[in-house]
T-cell receptor, first 114, second 113 residues
Framework: GENVEQHPSTLSVQEGDSAVIKCTYS??????FPWYKQELGKGPQLIID?????GEKKDQRIAVTLNKTAKHFSLHITETQPEDSAVYFC?????????????FGTGTRLTIIP | DAGVIQSPRHEVTEMGQEVTLRCKPI?????LFWYRQTMMRGLELLIY????????DSGMPEDRFSAKMPNASFSTLKIQPSEPRDSAVYFC???????????FGPGTRLTVL
């Protein structure tokens, strides 16, 4: 089955600086890569996703890049703000046309230092 | 829409007791997922349903765990008998076939003493 590794496990960044979280996956058939943000006491929430036919996607301060050859993808947050502090999870799925199962990484606890 | 609704939000029980967790998915969603989150194992998929039918239960840890979805608006996850190692946060999520986003509920924090 799919295996997703995520690094780093914790990350502290000065407010205004950028944060980068990296993930690798094992199954070359995976073609859907979402990122979820989990705030304390809440369930994960999708913040951005990318499919295998795209190399990069951006949404305001958040961007995701995908390298299918190397089987890794990254989350980039620019101009970080205190509200970006949370746990971030990457995931991978071999989407075959439906809403299929996701394999999650182990999470990155991001702390923004004011 | 109120989002995915889970109950109870917190459950404390003693070892050996039966525990039932409940989930109401978002109306119109035809996929429902049950996850377990622990510090040691992270976020694990236990089972998921499509149109109320279980599709993949390979993540269910053992026979003590069972899940049902009697209709499109309700699902249960049952643990019988419960053990201390079952202590975790259990999430329910729902989604639609036409896209991949999964909407998570607020979770049920289960503590088995």
């Amino acid at each position: 089955g799919e295996n997703v590794e995520q690094h780093p496990s914790t990350l502290s960044v000065q407010e205004g600086d950028s944060a980068v979280i990296k993930c690798t996956y094992s199954d070359s058939a995976s073609n859907y890569f979402p990122w979820y943000k989990q705030e304390l006491g809440k369930g994960p929430q999708l913040i951005i996703d990318i499919r295998s036919n795209v190399g990069e996607k951006k949404d305001q301060r958040i961007a995701v890049t995908l390298n299918k050859t190397a089987k890794h993808f990254s989350l980039h947050i620019t101009e970080t703000q205190p509200e970006d502090s949370a746990v971030y999870f990457c995931a991978a799925s071999g989407n075959t046309g439906g809403n299929e199962k996701l394999t999650f990484g182990t999470g990155t606890r991001l702390t923004i230092i004011p | 829409d109120a989002g995915v609704i889970q109950s109870p939000r917190h459950e404390v029980t003693e070892m050996g007791q039966e525990v039932t967790l409940r989930c109401k998915p978002i109306s119109g969603h035809d996929y429902l997922f049950w996850y377990r989150q622990t510090m040691m194992r992270g976020l694990e998929l236990l089972i998921y349903f499509n149109n109320n039918v279980p599709i993949d239960d390979s993540g269910m840890p053992e026979d003590r765990f069972s899940a049902k979805m009697p209709n499109a608006s309700f699902s249960t996850l049952k643990i019988q008998p419960s053990e201390p190692r079952d202590s975790a946060v259990y999430f329910c999520a729902s989604g639609r076939r036409l896209d991949n986003e999964q909407f998570f509920g607020p979770g049920t924090r289960l503590t088995v003493l």
